[in-house]
């Protein structure tokens, strides 16, 4: 009579076990890798639910007298569009028969900073 099975062997035993083992130690350091990548984004998703950022940002709380007044030159004929502050920095969009433009100034030294004008683009092909 002839079996279906074939048998096995003690070197066959030892060779499966040793399978299982190395098979056991994979699924194990990947499922550390999981828990740390896990963790990591726990962590930072509490970080930035907490307000706190990986990059390095100061704030600065500006004080303006009530009295305080600060002047800015704009083209003649130009009108203010909008206001826009910014921490220190205080946006002016003008408009005038020069075209449009943005002031951006210090308000705790009153200096002009940046002008900004924009320039009609030439269309591309």
Do not use: C, F, W, Y
Not at 24 to 30: D, H, R
Not at 35 to 50: N, P
């Amino acid at each position: 009579m002839t079996n279906d099975q074939p048998q096995t062997s003690s070197a066959d035993l030892m060779r499966e076990q040793r399978l299982q083992r190395n098979l056991k130690i994979v699924v194990g350091g990947l499922a550390a890798l999981i828990l740390v990548g896990l963790g990591a984004v726990a962590v930072k998703v509490v970080g930035l639910a907490s307000g706190g950022s990986s990059s390095a940002q100061t704030s600065r709380t500006v004080t303006v007298s009530p009295g305080a007044t600060l002047s800015l030159e704009i083209p003649k004929g130009a009108r203010i569009v909008s206001v826009s502050l910014s921490g220190n920095r205080l946006a002016v969009h003008h408009e005038g028969p020069s075209g449009p433009g943005i002031a951006i100034v210090d308000i705790e030294t009153g200096q002009r900073v940046a002008e900004v004008k924009p320039v009609e683009s030439v269309p591309r092909n």
